[in-house]
């Protein structure tokens, strides 16, 4: 732990990494509180505030009653007191009670206010389908949030990222939506380093170097972008890949950067395709970069579509193999010689 | 179902709603009072706050009809609840109003100017005067109850920390029927917080009468579903309103958890200055309303004990159109805010994606005519 001067390193699964950030730092700021739905004695649905109940108590890890309105509405009084709140929504489906609140209150104290109030608030929530869950478990919802002003959106995509971002969400004095990738959740382990250092907020990770495409990605679809990538470097493709991570505020600037030198671009989302965050990029890309591109900028998407049920949850997530549809369309417009 | 009267059947609760009225619409006692309302002041106090607070309504309304202020709730016949939270509650605690509190507003310390601004479209009508106990007190609440819920997580944080203060929201009886109240009371016993939930029942919302709001016979007990007390009181009673509310207060303080209090009032005036009541709602029934105006009452009993005199009077009408008076000039005074206001306080700092938006604002320069 910090505090002894030493770090440790552990092997970690994503929701592994969730779990250490939220001890580290209630561990590190007594004013951190954590409240939700079964996350006391039952230790979350997905098992991420396990342990907290015993090491800090059921003051500051409430289990609140079975209503998703007062959970953000909780989480936003407790704030406007000074302390810094995570609140966690079981499933993704769920959350959307919970948009008026955020929309009507959580981003709009400080500004109603003038700076006399504020709302250093996170709602954390697995984002996105692939794990046969039931209906309402499974829907993507980082457009509906993006779209708002005052708010940040953060979807992590790998173990020390969740761990670095979610430090840096408590931290911020602002509402923050840390919007989990439920399929990556236990997918692989990574070495996490418990330092205590949060990560930028405003940063995209350009997280692979090349020179011939950037493929832009976040949450869940990152880990099929980061295979499309290595399939393609097989074929002598270099992609360059970027991790938003922090999709609001959006850092067009690295994907503009990068964009400058590949020429090709790429995007990666699981959500619906209309008027997506992709869709918000690419007119990024469209405003500022297109004289710099060889070929129109392809978004993967799932569909318009409701999330479908188990059986078909497939057919929506788009996989390795509609990445690489789009990247080889890319590359019949504009040949790599 | 009836009462059934066989061994398959017992009763596992009942409840009681009581109303509680201390001054009839005469001004006449009808008990005994509290020891702090015997004391003349306390009434001269309140009477003073809502006497101020009506000349304010009316003068804020005739502003918004000459076009110098925008859409407005009135609180006409309603300035007795107002007025009692104002005193009943200690400068520590947290007001947590909807919109037609103004009177416990004043007397918390936001300058009737401030509500000016709010209502004539500048957010600094919310910013409230640093040191004045309304200074940690919210703001008015426009989308109806989704404050109330709030009030939760401000009485956990003051219970955390083991601070003895006090959470008064208060909502409107159409709020009542909205999930964001009903999570919020059905909740707050669990953790037995100190909150006093106020529903300011003046009859209509909108256009839609109390009887259509819901099938209970009260809104006081939407308590009980909570495990908390409910109860009404006339609202018009500023007697009676003070002490219901001190007492669930007091319970609050003392770490016995939250009560519900419903207070029976009239909205003498229409929803806001864009609605028209007259399309939906009899003249006979706003007459007779008028009947049990609460300053009329106070002002009754004052003078036939004795504890005020046409000189009172007087001073008091000709001090409160001087005050407005300044407020609405301070108001109008007041020179719009720069136009990088819309992003300085979005974020704590904001982010540098942004920074351009900002720019281009500050460079399009100040609100012309045209805008
Ligand atoms: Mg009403």
């Known amino acids: 732990m910090a505090e002894s001067g030493k770090t440790a390193t552990k092997n970690l699964a994503l929701i592994e990494a969730i779990n250490l950030a939220l001890h580290s730092e209630m561990g590190r700021d007594e004013d951190v509180v954590v409240l939700g739905e079964d996350i006391g004695k039952n230790g979350g649905v997905f098992r991420a505030t396990v342990g907290l109940l015993d090491a800090y108590g059921e003051g500051r890890v409430i289990d609140t009653p079975l209503a998703e309105t007062l959970v953000a509405a909780m989480a936003i009084g407790l704030s406007t007191q000074g302390l810094r709140p995570v609140a966690e929504i079981q499933f993704s489906g769920f959350l959307y009670p919970c948009v008026d609140q955020v929309v009507n209150h959580a981003t709009r104290y400080r500004n109603r206010t003038r700076g006399r109030m504020s709302c250093p608030l996170v709602i954390r929530a697995p984002n996105g389908g692939g794990i046969h869950a039931p209906e309402h478990h499974s829907e993507s919802l980082e457009t509906t949030f993006a779209h708002m002003p005052g708010l940040r959106v953060v979807c992590p995509s790998s173990p020390a990222r969740a761990y670095g971002l979610l430090l840096a969400a408590i931290r911020d004095p ?138 078909m949850e497939k057919l929506f997530i788009p996989g390795v193999e509609r990445i690489l549809k789009e990247v080889r369309k890319v590359f019949e417009i504009a040949p790599k010689n | 179902m009836n009462a059934p009267n066989d061994t398959a059947h017992r009763k596992v609760a009942s409840f009681e709603i009581f109303h509680t009225q201390y001054l009839d619409p005469e001004g006449r006692p009808t008990a005994e009072w509290p020891v702090w309302a015997q004391k003349p002041e306390s009434l001269r106090e309140l009477y003073r706050l809502m006497v101020r607070t009506r000349v304010f309504d009316k003068k804020a309304v005739s502003l918004q009809r000459t076009g110098q202020l925008g859409t407005y709730a009135a609180c006409l016949g309603q300035e007795a609840i107002g007025a009692a939270i104002g005193h009943a509650l200690a400068a520590d605690d947290v007001f947590m109003p909807a919109y037609r509190e103004y009177a416990a507003q004043f007397a918390r310390g936001v300058p009737m100017k401030d509500v000016l601004l709010y209502w004539g479209g500048d957010e600094r009508g919310m910013v409230y005067p640093e040191g004045t106990p309304a200074y ?28 003895k203060r006090v959470v008064l929201v208060s909502c409107g009886d159409g709020a009542s029927s909205k999930g964001d109240f009903l999570e919020a009371v059905s909740s707050a016993k669990v953790w037995d917080l100190p909150i006093v939930f106020l529903v300011n029942n003046n009859q209509w919302a909108i256009s839609l009468p109390r009887q259509k709001q819901t099938g209970a016979q009260t809104l006081a007990q939407k308590a009980i579903a909570g495990g908390m007390p409910g109860e009404q009181v006339d609202g018009n009673d500023a007697v009676a309103t003070r002490e219901v509310l001190s007492q669930a207060i007091a319970r609050a303080r003392n770490g016995e958890g939250p009560s519900l209090v419903e207070a029976i009032t009239y909205r003498l005036h229409d929803h806001t200055t864009a609605d028209d009541a007259r399309r939906y709602r009899p003249d006979e029934e706003v007459q007779a309303a008028w009947g049990n105006c609460p300053i009329k009452r106070t002002k009754a009993y004052l003078q036939r004990s004795g504890h005020w005199s046409d000189a009172d009077e007087q001073r008091l009408l000709a001090e409160a159109a001087a005050e407005v008076e300044a407020q609405v000039q301070a108001f109008l005074d007041t020179e719009p805010e720069p136009p990088a206001a819309i992003f300085d306080t979005l974020y704590e700092s904001l982010p540098k994606s942004l920074v351009w938006q900002r720019e281009e604002v500050i460079a399009a320069g100040p609100i012309g005519e045209d805008h």
């Not at chain 1, 395709?273 to 998407?301: C, K, Q």
């Not at chain 2, 989704?146 to 083991?162: C, D, E, M, N, Q």
Request: charged share 20%; aromatic share 6%.
């Open chain 2, 136 to 163: 940690h007190d919210f703001p008015l609440s426009v989308p109806i109850g989704t404050h109330v819920p709030h009030s939760i997580g401000v009485a956990y944080a003051f219970k955390l920390r083991g601070e």
């Open chain 1, 174 to 311: 602002d509402p923050v939506i840390f919007l989990e990738p439920t399929r990556c959740y236990r997918l692989f382990k990574q070495s996490v380093e418990d330092n205590g250092e949060a990560l930028p907020l405003d940063t995209c990770f350009v997280e692979r170097e090349g020179s011939d495409i950037t493929l832009v990605s976040w949450g869940a679809m990152m880990h099929d972008t980061r295979r499309a990538a290595d399939l393609l470097a097989e074929e002598g493709i270099a992609a360059e890949v970027i991790d938003v991570a922090t999709l609001k505020p959006l850092d067009l600037e690295t994907i503009l950067t990068s964009v400058a030198k590949t020429g090709r671009c790429v995007i990666a989302q699981e959500s619906a395709r209309a008027g997506g965050w992709g869709s918000e990029i690419a007119a990024g890309l469209a405003e500022h970069g297109l004289l710099s591109l060889f070929a129109p900028v392809m978004r993967v998407s799932g569909y318009d579509t409701i999330m479908p049920l188990a059986r």
